[in-house]
């Protein structure tokens, strides 16, 4: 059975002090790992796809990994406008639509 | 800019009522989709739809239907209104290939009462 599972559910950081979030996936044949940002009483907004073991993707602070079980977002320096929930979604192998993780809720305090 | 506006931010329905959540996306997506978003149980897939007059069960279709008369309206419907059906409702849409990103609305958050 495919499944997406997010960790920690919640991290609190203080601006400035670097640290990850984990996804880990169980599908058939990866076609896609995504992130997404979620702001408080907002619908999900896209930040990054990636297709293959080893791929990289950056986005100011945040830069995105994958490996064959597994994929980190990882935040540098990260600054209060930084506190969301970051969600993870795989493409499900029997329908093709995208199945998510449950999200970190991540706080950063000045 | 590219949008999928729901038509309703806030909805409070009674039990029993028949509720209508309307989506309309203006980017010509072919795919759209309905989750659920409930604390501690994250984005539930209801229905999605590929192509007009087309619709999917997702995950947790029970207690919903779909309509999809024209490609860019997704309607999501509640035949009698429940109160565990309570939650934010999040339309999607996104181009045909199956690994295309998803481009959310706002959400529409339904309290049944």
């Known amino acids: 059975e495919d499944q997406v599972t997010q960790s920690p559910e919640a991290l609190r950081l203080q601006e400035g002090e670097s640290s990850s979030l984990n996804c880990s996936y169980t599908v058939s044949g990866l076609r896609g790992l995504f992130w997404y940002r979620q702001d408080p009483g907002k619908g999900p907004e896209f930040l990054f796809t990636l297709y293959s073991a080893g791929e990289e993707k950056e986005k100011e602070r945040l830069k995105a990994t994958l490996t064959k079980k597994e994929s980190f977002l990882h935040i540098t320096a990260p600054k209060p406008e930084d506190s969301a929930t970051y969600l993870c979604a795989v493409v499900r192998g029997s329908q093709g639509n995208l199945i998510f993780g449950k999200g970190t809720k991540l706080s950063v305090k000045p | 800019d590219v949008k999928v506006t729901q038509s309703s931010r806030y909805l409070v329905k009674r039990t029993g009522e028949k509720v209508f959540l309307e989506c309309v996306q203006d980017?010509?997506?072919?795919?759209m989709f309905w989750y659920r978003q409930d604390p501690g149980l994250g984005l539930r897939l209801i229905y999605f739809?590929?192509?007009?007059?087309?619709?999917e069960k997702g995950d947790i279709p029970e207690g919903y239907s779909v309509s999809r008369e024209k490609k860019e309206r997704f309607s999501l419907i509640l035949e009698s209104a429940s109160t565990n059906q309570t939650s934010m409702y999040l339309c999607?849409?996104?181009?045909?290939?199956?690994?295309?990103?998803?481009?959310f609305g706002s959400g529409t958050q339904l309290s049944v009462l």
């Open positions: 739809s590929y192509d007009v007059k087309m619709k």
């Open positions: 999607a849409s996104s181009a045909p290939a199956t690994n295309e990103k998803l481009f």
């Open positions: 980017m010509d997506h072919e795919n």
